[in-house]
DNA sequence: GATGAATGAGGTTTCATTCAT
DNA sequence: CATGAATGAAACCTCATTCAT
């Protein structure tokens, strides 16, 4: 391999060092514990090293934060071309990494970290927005098209609101107290919520039935 | 007693303003631009008062927030007694009173900005604990009667878990986005999905129905 | 004195402390090996009070260059006021007091330090630009006075120049090497150079006189 | 031989490339913002090479004031030399020479910024002693002489202090201010000065003269 | 009680130097 | 020999806290 293209391998990997070392320093010691040093101790390298790789440490922070936005949209996407084209199969593969993901709960946590910041964050801002405006897009598109496969009229709006909002919801509270639910319930939920709004699903989970035996007799 | 009356009040006021100081500094700064100087700006009160009536900016910070969490609840409570005793009233009194409250969108972005640091805070994750689980076990409860009211069978657990994550989730996409929807969208989808799962909705809002003329005639 | 009056005075004094705390440092140490550690170690503060008075380092330095220019300012024409109004008498005034100041050699070493960084520091640039051409405006029109006393013709201009580069070169001597020779000298040929120009010197110094008996006799 | 050679020559290169590059360097961004890194980018070589060429920086910044010094005197002296031996002469020349030298503004910039810090740096300051001392003692002898040719009298050391602080005077100004004055008319003062001082002036420039028509009637 | 001056710890960043490639 | 990655010291600055007035 050339040298220059050596380091350029390098580089990519030091900076995916730091970018790592940023995100387990802020899952170990929060956002505002979390300084060059600590990160760069996660990241095994010296102190003075972040100014070779980003500009300093805003430009890591963002960084940090655009890594983990776009490993989760990768992720998905994966999950979603491994089901094949069925829109609702592929509606429950997103809600099922999704939830997978919660399992990592250290990430999820950063993620929680960089939420509270990027109101006042102009770039962590328009990262977020560009990333939500496509994925609800795309939740809105497939909720189209399960419909329109079964002869369904939906709103599709307000489906893929609330699926959305459902899935970060259900995250929210993952994050915030591991103990009130699991993420396989909550990945039962959605799941549930999407097969029901199709009218497929076997168990009504959510859905009030009447009860045996009481009217019914 | 006039005198010690005064003071007290003034103790109390005093804490109160800084309290203020500290949620409309965060608010307009962020978490990590707050110092006890912007704070004290945004309360009117000089930089080293805040030692008179706190122990130190942490104690102020975890104040502000449990002013945030109990401001909240006391507003719920509110709104739910003034509709009464009907448990499904009463609910969806709480959505009501909650998207009312994403309208005030400074204080909701401050208490996001919290709950991103609440996880390396034992005090704050131990509030908000305590009052989530109560919370919850009010909809679940509420959730119960409704359903006994009606004759229905209901996974409460399961029902309350949505009903909660939902609320959270429409509230979190408010504050991360004020253009993706509004408080009022979301307050109409929840409220919708409370009086679909007890069969009361006349409008299905949220759910397929067969399109006419494609299975009918 | 009220309280605010006195606190304006304190704010003053500490101002004057680091200024002067500066030029010490720079004196003793260097431009280079001066810190605002070792700044206010000069003036008897702790490292962070810098701030208090000053936006900066940098601002400090400029204030503390402004400072000695000022000071120079005020002494010569403290001098020039005392001898009268004669413009020969003030010119020599004038003289005597710049190297007067030269004897203090520290704030003369400092002085130059600053003059070495100047030319890149626009602020720097400007004060001492706006200050020199008000004295070299003030020396020509005061060689002009005293040439119209005594009716002779003069190119004042030329004149000016000489003077005050002079005056400078004479300076910047002593700064350099202290043994090359004393202010005293320095000030004795300036002197004679002026009395020289308006025909007044009695031993005609630095001029040439035709050797005693080699032409003569 | 032919490697060796080769070698030394590239090193001795290189060693100047550096030393062109301080100056440049400091020419540009003033010498508190000269660092390796910029120095080395004039220079248009590594960082990492200084060490391989000097001791380190401290040793490049002397040898960069070294050249500066050093090549001033030996355009003095061929200068000189090409005049001849006639000792006004030489003295014109030499006045000369120093002006056309402050025509290179960027190069008596640098000067000025090393003076600025030689009185904190003993192997500056000695070597600009011993430069000093030779240049004055060069300057008394040939006034020495040239008043010796005329069988003048002079006070040769007041006179050579004179002058050599006259030349510096003069070029310091250009430095500070390049608006004040041109080095033609610097020049043109200096060698003015020479000449009246052996009373060979034509035009007896900074003289004053009787105004006609006053006394003369 | 109220103020803001004072302190000094600690954060980010820059930089001269070293060293593996 | 040349490169620039790596190191860590040290600089500047900010800030929470203390304390004299």
Request: charged share 30%; glycine share 8%; aromatic share 8%.
């Amino acid at each position: 391999m050339a040298v220059a293209a050596k380091r350029t391998k390098t580089i990519i990997a030091r900076r995916q060092d730091l970018i790592r070392g940023t995100i387990q320093s802020i899952a170990r010691r929060g956002f505002a514990n979390s300084t060059v040093q600590t990160i760069c101790d996660e990241a095994g390298l010296s102190r003075g090293l972040i100014g070779h790789y980003f500009k300093g440490k805003d430009e890591l922070l963002l960084e940090a934060f655009r890594s983990l936005v776009t490993e989760a949209d990768e992720d998905t996407r994966r999950a979603i071309r491994e089901v094949g084209e069925d829109p609702l199969q592929q509606l429950l593969a997103a809600t099922v990494v999704s939830f997978r993901r919660s399992e990592q709960r250290e990430k999820s946590t950063v993620w929680l970290a960089f939420w509270g910041t990027a109101r006042w964050n102009p770039e962590m801002q328009r990262l977020n927005h560009h990333l939500y405006a496509r994925y609800r897009r795309w939740v809105q598109g497939r909720l189209a098209a399960a419909a329109a496969e079964r002869g369904l009229e939906i709103d599709t709006r307000r489906a893929a609101l609330t699926y959305a909002q459902m899935i970060d919801g259900f995250a929210l509270g993952l994050i915030m107290d591991k103990d009130a639910y699991t993420p396989q319930e909550a990945s039962d939920i959605v799941c549930g919520w999407l097969l029901d709004l199709f009218g497929e699903s076997p168990k009504r989970g959510g859905k009030a039935r009447v009860k045996r035996g009481k009217d019914d007799d």
